[in-house]
């Protein structure tokens, strides 16, 4: 094992900004080793990001105690003077951080930002020579050269982290922390980040302290890794071993959590029998939704004249009664623009909708921002009613209460506010809604990507029952392909507004038929379950 | 960083600037002080054109650029000016004058009968186009000169009292612009104005009667009236004329406050055609009701002249006082107002101009008096040029506040108006007696007779009440101790001409 | 939840709101003088124990006026603020809400009024319906509508594409019940605070207009009138503007405060 | 470009409602121009001849059009009351407006901008505090009287400027200059305590955000990160802020004119609306518009260059 460059040692982290201290970090004790990549894992409120910050100096708020020692050199990094720490910053510890879209100043060029740490920790290097190393590790970040002169906004998510990791990497740290850099990307995306990293790792041999919340990634990626929970490290060790057998209770809940790919005896049997007829047994049922040659179109004002710009192209698909239609895509696939069109909230369109008699109810991804934060739950639960026209408050009142109990929820909820409840359960409340409306089809647009996997697991399953009990019809969108195999029985996979693919699930994921799909299974670890080969053996 | 430091080099430079500058305005002033005086005015000339000019308060400083044939002197009395000599007719039909020797224009040339004809007939509009720019030059046939020196002015039905029409000024024929470059006569010539600032004028050299003690003049304009005090305290203006009581209370010992009066008549005009003041009981009930000696106390310190009909004290001969007619007397007050059938009173609205603020003060306290005897009154501001469509041309108010002054100093200036059918009759009066009086006045040539006719309309008007007269209002001049010399008129004139420095003898 | 906690700024302004609100209360009432009787004799008489701040230049009770001219600025103030508070609600609401041609002709309209300086717009309109108090109100308040019609459209903007508007719409919401009964309450705290700056602002203009001489028609007596007024009488009895001008200032500190307590309370 | 093109069309836009609303409003309203001007020695006679001569018996439509033209050509008409023609009158007086507002200007943003920085940086220390609560104060006072107290305590108590004795620009320029500081101060004081407020809430709004934390992860002092990050962020809405009260400021002019007897555009505007002489009084008004539309054109402009975002989408 090589040298040790980081130690924490019984790290502790207070607020106080409440009357009770609030301890986000207590005894957290590691050591990071030269060129080690070491995982830390957790939910939100595990304080797993508390410690990056710590480390990387950024906690400095005057109402919040830090105890321990975190040794970087010989130095203490939470007693050592200021200007210490500073000339450690961005030289030889540097961070990344999970949101690339606002991590980066809106109103600077990308070559100044990246070239920040250089004019401040290397003096000595002339206007030019910066240039030319800013220009290196763009290049080395696979950035063309021209970024050097733009400005974030004119750059995807994937780019701007790249931009991030440069300028992170440009002093050649000893240590690079990544705060759950590729949360808000693309599956794809993620893919070539953690690439890139590995390949920085390799070549630099920069210490990489990888914290996220995504079990998957952090196998893929890391050597060892720390499981955190409340601010205390549950268990530590190889990744192998901790997902192989987790020791832990909530190791193992945690592994559990993650949606399982399996394709088992009896279902490859009828796959494979499906394959050889060559057909697909057709629903003899009409189909709820039907799309015909969808087109779908935006205005784009200014420049003097009003321009279409086509969203949606040749999209024709139906969702039968009871089914759990799965909708796959990255973003800017149009499967929102899709769930959108559907439901009538973009108008622009050309060819056939069939919609469903009592319409659509609609689950968005974000349950803080579809709930309006300034009504009370019972409100919110009963406001379908009173659109459709019912007076009586009693009653209202009663059947608010009974969707309340049936997603979960007691009736004490009824006079609660959005943001005083937790992030599950302001989306079992969007449930509720949903469901308070009586409509035969559900759009769940990416109903659980913005919750931890615990939570996650939790509402997939409320989903389910649901469907069960009140044999619903789901259009499920996502982009975890874990999530939707999971949800769905059949699937569809989306790409710049067009069908790439759709079949019924096990089709899909294990002998998916193009190139895209086939990325989209390996970008989320599942490429090598396809048995594309065996039955090409077979034959 | 760099913003701040842009910012200091500012600030640095302002102050520099302005430290240069301090330096530059103490001078000018205190060394030839004598020499030199700057006057303030409230509001600003309207045109320098003599003929057009039409603002008393513009008029009073061309008094000191331009002359008439005839000028007032201080005490009201007709003198000649640019001409030497007057012969009126027997009847009153024609003027013949004979012009002055020696009298130049500010541009250095003479004045010729050719200059005296111009300037009356471009007022009467003999051109026949427009309306005539003086309105009683409408009466005048023709203008012949006779020779060089002499002018007869003829007029289409005789006026005793035409004469006191012709201080209208001469102006050069040559001058083509006489709105951007006054040329006159006067003890001062004209300099410059620069709009809403000020008007400079120069002591004329070549006057041809008593030459101005003053060579520059400045005239500042101040239009806010709270600035005037500060002004005059602070040294930016050494006289201002009209000042209020509680303005004259506030000057620092500087100044010498000289006491006059407006010669105006204050009043709350009445419209004699409305309903409740075409009854004569309650005008008077309002007249019984009115406590003119608190309305002085309480507005300009118990200064001012109470009267009681449309004459004021400076017209001499033809003013008697009248303001007893009706003392303040409640119970008389009610007892007519019952009588009228306005046992419990009534609202009426009292309309002011809003830039007057001595009669706004008036018809405050009126209000206040009203109340005794069970009568509102509501206070409406307006503007002054809707007072002047809407109260003074229109006739749609039912009282008012106002001073009415005389353009000329005779009795017709205050009186004609009176008259049922007068153009300018905006109270509506209507009284035959009122009507006949006037007409033997205007028509008689025996000065005792015209007299006491015009006294007789006065004494019609106040027991009618035509209006609720108030009184003269006080006026106050304030002049700083280094000057000394002046003088009031009896019609609105600021005679520059006068002031000399306090040293001089 | 947290628990209320009264912070120092919201607790200034409410007891300054509270003691302003008093004395409207009281001036609305009785006064202890009857604010326009005049006696010369009490003409510019200083402090007293029977007149608490001394009397005007017609001898008047400058407490009476005091707090008649409160109530008065106070209506005025609540009007115009009214005024443009309604009407800005509706036009930034329908800008921001809908969009479009809709938005590009009233916003052109909101340009038109804004390109007119406010003195000027005020005194047209004085011009047009004539002086007093509720004329006033009429005119600062068409004078105030751009900039609320501007603040709430863009907050109308900001709401309209939230999911929970989308969340309204799909539930079958129609647009007036989104805007009205989705949006708005998000909307007023943002509103809430313009409108205490409002109220502060409409103060201040009702003064400038007072002293233009086109704000409450005399003998009524508001904040501004007194304090315009009581400038011609500076040298004799600087009292006469001092009074008037703390309660002025008084008043609009304890609305400011008010409103910076309110945001504070709110992050 | 042709953002810009789409943006002047609609100034111009804007200035011919202005212009006509304008002409309606004074042809609604009581007073009647020639009948002011002749005052109360006119007859009726004398009124129509001067009515006629203006031009004023014609149609309103006519008498708009007309004006529009000859505006537009560049002829803003004669002035009825100052008997010159308009353009000469504001000539000479638009100087004198435009040093007031930008004095102001300058002092509002020399001491608003390093005050309103320090008050951020010290946030909740002591002087932060004073800088806020006399900041409310400041605010508290309407703009006349601030003028009147500056008058008495800079004119009268010090003696620092001879109070009401405008100095022309024509005679003494330093002396003009000197004189305006005051009002100018006048003018400032309420506007720098509330940009002082905008910009101290401007800069703690950026504080939390991510990049200001990325700069810090990169090494820089707090000095460094407000000035090179977070500065010119925070900028943004205080220049709309500064925008509106140029705009403000010039039509705000009027009052402080008067109190300090200025004689610029704002004494003109009230003296003619007084007297009715609508050539000078649309002449100001769609100066004053143009100047607000302007500064508006101006501050979206800014806008672009200081912050990039805008320069991509309209």
Redesign the interface.
């Known amino acids: 094992m090589e040298e040790a460059i980081l130690e924490v040692k019984e790290l502790n982290i207070e607020f106080h900004d409440h009357e009770l201290p609030e301890t986000v970090v207590s005894d957290l004790s590691f050591t990071l080793h030269k060129g080690e990549i070491l995982g830390i894992v957790g939910e939100s409120g595990s304080g797993k990001s508390m410690t990056a910050l710590a480390i990387?100096g950024?906690l400095s708020r005057k109402d919040m105690e830090k105890r321990g020692e975190i040794l970087f050199r010989g130095q203490n990094l939470l007693q050592c003077d200021r200007n210490m720490l500073?000339?450690?910053?961005?030289?030889e510890i540097?961070?990344i951080?999970q949101?690339p879209m606002?991590?980066?100043?809106?109103?600077?060029k990308i070559g100044w930002q990246v070239e920040?740490?250089l004019r401040?920790?290397h003096k000595e290097l002339s206007k030019e020579e910066c240039r030319k190393k800013a220009l290196d590790i763009l290049e080395g970040c696979e950035l063309k050269p021209e970024v050097y002169d733009m400005?974030p906004?004119?750059l995807s998510g994937g780019m701007r982290q790249r931009v991030?990791i440069a300028?992170?990497m440009i002093c050649d740290p000893e240590i690079l922390i990544a705060d759950e850099p590729t949360t808000a990307l693309d599956v794809t995306i993620q893919e070539q980040i953690i690439h890139l990293l590995l390949k920085l790792n390799r070549k630099k041999h920069t210490s990489i302290l990888f914290i996220s919340h995504d079990l998957s990634l952090v196998r893929r990626l890391c050597e060892n890794v720390i499981v955190m929970q409340h601010g205390v490290m549950v268990e530590q060790g190889s990744a192998e071993e901790i997902f192989a057998e987790p020791r832990e209770d909530y190791t193992k809940v945690l592994t559990g959590s993650i949606p399982k790919v399996v394709l088992t005896e009896e279902r490859r049997e009828r796959l494979l029998r499906s394959l050889a007829s060559g057909t697909s047994k057709t629903d003899p049922r009409q189909p709820l939704v039907k799309t015909d040659h969808l087109y779908s179109y935006y205005r784009q004002?200014?420049?003097?004249k009003v321009r279409k710009v086509g969203v949606l192209k040749d999209v024709s698909f139906e969702i039968r009664p009871g089914q759990v239609f799965g909708l796959v895509g990255e973003s800017g696939s149009g499967k929102s623009t899709l769930a959108k069109a559907l439901t009538g909230i973009v108008k622009d369109t050309k060819g056939e909708i069939v919609r469903p008699e009592n319409g659509f109810a609609m689950i968005f991804q974000d349950p803080a921002g579809s709930l309006n934060p300034a009504k009370k739950v019972g409100w919110l639960l009963m406001e379908p009613l009173r659109i459709r026209g019912i007076r009586d408050k009693k009653e209202m009142q009663q059947r608010a209460i009974r969707m309340l109990e049936k997603v979960g929820l007691s009736a004490e909820y009824m006079d609660r506010y959005p943001n005083e409840l937790s992030g599950g359960q302001r989306q079992r409340v969007c449930i509720g809604i949903a469901l308070m409306q009586e409509a035969t089809v559900l759009i769940a647009d990416e109903p659980v990507s913005a919750l931890d996997v615990t939570v996650q697991a939790q509402i997939l399953k409320l989903l389910k029952d649901l469907k069960k009990e009140m044999d619903l019809s789901i259009l499920f969108i996502s982009h975890d392909l874990r999530v939707v195999y999971n949800m769905c029985d059949y699937v569809m996979i989306m790409k710049k507004g067009e069908i790439v693919e759709q079949a019924r699930r096990d089709k899909i994921y294990f002998t998916p038929k193009q190139q895209y799909t086939k990325d989209l299974l390996n970008a989320a670890g599942l490429g090598d379950l396809s048995i594309t080969n065996e039955i090409d053996q077979e034959k | 960083?760099k913003?701040?430091r842009?910012?200091?080099v500012?600030?640095t430079l302002?102050i520099a600037?302005?430290g240069?500058?301090?330096g530059?305005?103490s001078g000018d002033k205190d060394g030839k002080a004598s020499s030199s005086i700057t006057i303030g005015i409230p509001q600003?000339l309207?045109?320098?054109?003599p003929h057009?000019a039409?603002?008393a308060g513009t008029k009073e400083i061309l008094f000191n650029i331009y002359e008439g044939l005839v000028k007032v002197d201080s005490d009201g009395n007709l003198v000649p000016a640019v001409a030497s000599e007057v012969s009126p007719s027997e009847d009153g039909s024609s003027y013949t004058f004979t012009l002055r020797d020696g009298v130049k224009f500010h541009d250095g040339s003479a004045v010729t009968a050719e200059d005296v004809k111009y300037s009356l007939d471009r007022c009467a509009a003999s051109d026949g186009?427009?309306?005539?720019?003086v309105?009683a030059f409408s009466n005048i046939k023709s203008v012949d000169v006779k020779d060089a020196k002499t002018v007869t002015v003829n007029l289409e039905n005789p006026d005793t009292e035409f004469l006191a029409n012709l201080t209208t000024a001469i102006i050069p024929a040559s001058n083509k612009e006489p709105?951007?470059n006054a040329i006159g006569t006067g003890p001062y010539k004209y300099v410059s104005w620069?709009?809403?600032?000020?008007v400079v004028l120069k002591k004329n050299e070549d006057y041809w009667g008593e030459k101005a003690y003053i060579t520059d003049v400045t005239i500042?304009?101040?239009?806010?009236g709270d600035?005037?005090v500060?002004?005059l305290?602070?040294?930016?203006?050494d006289f201002f004329a009209r000042l209020s009581a509680d303005q004259v209370s506030q000057l620092s010992g500087d100044f010498t406050v000289y006491e006059g009066t407006m010669n105006l008549v204050q009043a709350l005009y009445l419209n004699n055609a409305e309903k409740p003041f075409d009854d004569v009981r309650v005008r008077q009930a309002l007249c019984y009701a009115t406590d003119v000696k608190a309305i002085l106390d309480m507005t300009s310190d118990g200064k001012g002249t109470p009267i009681g009909s449309s004459m004021f004290p400076a017209f001499g001969k033809y003013y008697t006082d009248l303001s007893n007619t009706y003392p303040k007397d409640i119970e008389k007050a009610k007892a007519l107002l019952k009588e009228a059938g306005y046992e419990d009173g009534f609202t009426f609205t009292i309309t002011v101009p809003s830039?007057y603020q001595p009669h706004i003060d008036t018809a405050l306290v009126l209000k206040e008096q009203y109340k005794e005897i069970g009568v509102t009154a509501e206070i409406q501001k307006v503007?002054?040029?809707?007072w002047?469509?809407?109260v003074?041309?229109g006739r749609q108010f039912t009282s008012t506040v106002i001073g009415?002054d005389a353009?000329t100093l005779t009795a017709p200036a205050l009186l004609s108006r009176f008259v049922s059918d007068a153009?300018?009759n905006f109270i509506n009066y209507n009284n035959a007696d009122y009507d006949a009086a006037y007409a033997r006045a205007i028509k008689t040539t025996d000065d005792a007779e015209k007299t006491a006719a015009y006294k007789e309309c006065e004494k019609i008007l106040a027991d009618t009440a035509a209006n609720v007269y108030i009184q003269d209002m006080a006026e106050f001049v304030a002049l700083n101790k280094k000057y000394t010399g002046y003088t009031f008129y009896p019609l609105y004139v600021q005679d520059l001409a006068k002031i000399k420095p306090a040293d001089a003898k | 939840m947290k628990k209320f906690k009264p912070n120092a700024s919201l607790l200034a302004g409410c007891i300054l709101v509270g003691l302003m609100l008093l004395m409207v209360l009281w001036g609305w009432i009785a006064t202890p003088y009857d604010p326009n009787a005049m006696d010369a004799d009490l003409k510019f008489a200083g402090p007293s124990l029977s007149h608490l701040m001394g009397c005007d230049n017609f001898g008047r009770d400058v407490f009476s006026r005091i707090l008649q001219g409160v109530g008065n600025t106070f209506i005025v103030s609540v009007g115009t603020v009214a005024i443009g508070v309604v009407f800005g609600i509706l036009i930034g609401g329908l800008c921001g809400y809908y969009g479009g041609w809709l938005d590009e002709a009233l916003m052109?309209c909101n340009?038109?009024l804004?390109?007119?300086?406010?003195?000027?717009l005020a005194?047209?309109v004085i011009?047009?319906i004539g002086p007093g108090k509720y004329q006033v109100i009429v005119a600062l308040g068409i004078a105030f509508i751009p900039s609320f019609a501007r603040m709430v459209r863009s907050e109308f903007m900001k709401q309209r594409n939230r999911d929970y508007c989308l969340s309204a719409q799909l539930m079958g919401a129609s647009s007036l019940r989104t805007m009205f009964v989705h949006i708005l309450p998000n909307a007023l705290p943002v509103i809430l605070s313009s409108v205490i700056i409002g109220f502060?602002n409409a103060?201040?203009a009702e003064?400038?207009l007072s002293?233009?001489g086109i704000g409450v028609q005399p003998p009524e007596a508001s904040l501004?009138a007194m304090?315009?007024d009581s400038?011609s009488f500076?040298y004799k009895d600087p009292m006469l503007?001092i009074f008037p001008?703390v309660v002025?200032?008084?008043?609009?500190?304890g609305f400011?405060?008010l409103a910076?307590g309110l945001t504070e309370k709110k992050k | 470009m042709?953002?810009v093109i789409?943006k002047l069309a609609?100034m111009i836009?804007?200035?011919l409602?202005?212009s006509f609303?304008?002409f309606l409003?004074f042809d609604?309203?009581?007073?009647?121009?020639a009948?002011?001007?002749?005052?109360?020695?006119?007859?009726?006679?004398?009124?129509?001849?001067?009515r006629?001569?203006w031009g004023l018996d014609r149609p309103f439509l006519i008498r708009y059009f007309d004006w529009l033209f000859s505006f537009v050509r560049g002829d803003m008409g004669y002035s009825y009351?100052?008997?010159?023609a308009v353009t000469e009158?504001l000539s000479?007086?638009i100087l004198i407006t435009v040093t007031l507002v930008i004095?102001a200007f300058?002092m509002i943003?020399?001491?608003s901008?390093?005050m309103g920085?320090f008050a951020a940086r010290h946030q909740g220390g002591a002087l932060d505090k004073s800088i806020m609560v006399s900041n409310?104060?400041l605010?508290?006072?309407?703009?006349?009287?601030s003028g009147?107290l500056i008058?008495?305590l800079f004119?009268?108590g010090l003696s620092?400027f001879?109070?009401?004795?405008?100095?022309?620009y024509?005679q003494?320029f330093?002396?003009f200059?000197?004189y305006m500081?005051f009002p100018a101060l006048a003018v400032a004081i309420p506007k720098i305590a509330m940009c002082v407020k905008l910009l101290r809430s401007s800069i703690l709004e950026q504080w939390p955000?991510?990049?200001v934390?990325?700069?810090?992860?990169?090494?820089?002092?707090t000095m460094?990160v407000l000035?090179?990050?977070v500065l010119?962020?925070a900028m943004i809405p205080v220049v709309t802020f500064l925008g509106m009260t140029l705009a403000d400021m010039?039509?705000?002019s009027?009052?402080i004119e008067?109190?300090?007897?200025i004689?610029g555009i704002g004494?003109?505007?009230?003296?003619c609306?007084?007297?009715?002489d609508y050539p000078t009084v649309e002449a100001v008004?769609m100066l004053?518009?143009f100047l607000?539309?302007f500064v508006n054109f101006m501050v979206d402009i800014i806008y672009r260059i200081?912050?990039?975002?805008m320069r991509?989408?309209?």
């Open positions: 990387a950024l500073r000339s450690f910053q961005g030289d540097s961070m951080f949101e606002t991590s980066l100043n809106p109103v600077k920040e740490s401040i920790h400005y906004h004119e991030m300028s992170a004002y200014g420049k003097g | 960083m913003l701040k842009f910012a200091c500012l600030m302002t600037l302005s240069l500058t301090t530059c305005t600003d309207d045109s320098l054109d057009k039409v603002a186009d427009s309306a005539p720019l309105p709105e951007k620069t709009p809403l600032e000020q500042k304009i101040i239009a806010d600035s005037i500060t002004a305290n602070g040294g930016s203006i830039n503007e002054w040029a809707t002047l469509s809407d003074y041309t009415v353009s153009g300018n | 052109r340009d038109v804004f390109a007119f300086p406010s003195v000027f005194l047209v011009s047009l502060n103060v201040i003064a400038g002293y233009l501004g304090l315009s400038q500076l503007c001008g002025m200032a008084l008043m609009i500190l400011a405060l910076e | 042709r953002d789409r609609s836009l804007t200035l409602i202005v609303l304008v409003a609604l309203i009581p007073g009647d121009p009948i002011a001007k002749l005052g109360t020695q006119a007859t009726p006679e004398q009124v129509a001849s001067l006629a001569e009351h100052f008997d010159r009158l000479g007086k004095m300058v943003v020399s001491v901008i390093p920085i409310q104060l605010m508290a006072i309407p703009p006349f009287f009147i008058t008495f004119g009268v620092f001879k109070p009401g004795s405008f100095v022309s024509t003494n330093g002396g200059l000197f500081i955000m991510d990049y934390r990325t700069a810090y992860s990169r090494g820089n002092r460094q000035y090179r990050h010119r962020n010039v039509a705000g009027i009052i008067k109190v300090f007897n004689p004494q003109i505007l009230i003296k609306i007084e007297y009715r008004v004053i518009a607000v539309v200081l912050d990039p975002r991509q989408s309209s």
